[in-house]
């Protein structure tokens, strides 16, 4: 038996007067996730654990089938893992933001998707410029990167309250700096990173053709030393992730899956859909197991961008779901699993704890009649199915007697 899970993260959303009431997924033509939905099973399911906060870490490790709440050692040691950094035992990893701020407000969570050249020499500047022997920096792609810091309370730096750049969009910073005991070394770097950046020829160059500038780092989402037991041991399959964003493919390695990287896979608007698909199946080849992570629909909802949220929608239906499904031409060996790991509402531009709408199609998944089409409102008429990821997961990935 072969397992597919596809991930449009964050494409969940809420109804639009532009739409004349219609959700993104509802606007978008899909007729691929409509037919797994008449022809398989779709309900809704809580993949944010209550108390915990609705980012796509704790949803990917949940749709991964780990309980985040014994599982999660915070954001940026899970992004450590997949760029290769061994955090020590006195080591905080942080997510470090290139961000756009103007008279205090955040203006652009991503400077404008920096490019990922652009921004390591920006980053590599700042660790030169900054040059604090217990501060390292480490760029990763786009606008993400992570700031490793020695300290002496690893416990202290954990506590400190730090807040995600993308939940304050064209609000003061102010009121979201880190705080809390020791966040005075996290503000003062901040401070110092607007310093040095502000004036790089870069962001000199960017501002001239009317771009956003990188001109601060915002940090957060703190983590330390982590550890996942194997997927393979939890479910007894092999298998392999494909995504183009660190945070995923740091929970896809400590799961002990194969992480690949697909060409052109950008984690934004173009991305490489029809690659990813393609190395998905391949994969299959040798692996039972692949999880197929989109970043392009959360992009699109942070961005309050309902047309581009419905276009991303419609190229993840077309040329990732249509290509798997071709592919198989009948639900035999094989079982597909379709969830966003979180709503990201455009209305909002952030993350929200409302339970999601999966469907399941595939060998031995019992068809749910009467629905036709693949939604939240489809979704919310059957209720809630599942109570958590994990046991999605596991019902997904279940043994039939005598196989």
Known sequence: MKYIILVPDGLADEPLKELGGKTPMEKADTPHMDYMAQNGLS????????????????????????????????????????????????????????????????????????????????????????????????????????????????????????????????????????AGPQSDILVNLMDKSNKYLATHQINIMREKQGEHQANMIWLWGQGSRSHLPSFKDRYGLSGSIISAVDLVNGIGRLAGLNVIDVPGANGYYDTNYKGKAQYALNSLKKHDFVYVHVEATDEAGHNGDWKAKVKCCEHFDKEIVGPILKHFKEPKGVRVLICPDHPTPVSLRTHTRTPVPFVMWGEGVPIKKGIDSYSEKKAAEAGVRFESGEDMVKYFIRKERGK
């Not at 022997?133 to 309250?161: C, E, N």
Request: proline content about 7%.
């Open 43 to 178: 309900a809704l399911v809580k993949t944010i654990p209550g108390g915990m906060p609705p980012g796509s870490d704790i949803g990917n490790l949940s749709l991964l089938g780990y309980d985040p709440e014994t599982s999660f050692s915070g954001r940026a040691a899970l992004e450590a893992a997949s760029m290769g950094i061994s955090l020590k035992d006195d080591e905080v990893a942080f997510r470090c933001n290139l961000v756009t701020v103007k008279k205090n407000i955040m203006v652009d969570y991503s400077a404008g998707h920096i490019s990922s050249d652009e921004a390591h020499n920006l980053i590599d500047y700042l660790q030169r410029s900054i040059d604090w022997p217990d501060v390292r920096f480490y760029p990763g792609k786009s606008y993400r990167h992570l700031m490793v810091l020695k300290t002496l309370s690893v416990a202290k730096m954990l506590q400190i309250k730090t807040t995600p750049p993308h939940d304050i969009m064209d609000q003061s910073i102010k009121s979201f700096l880190p």
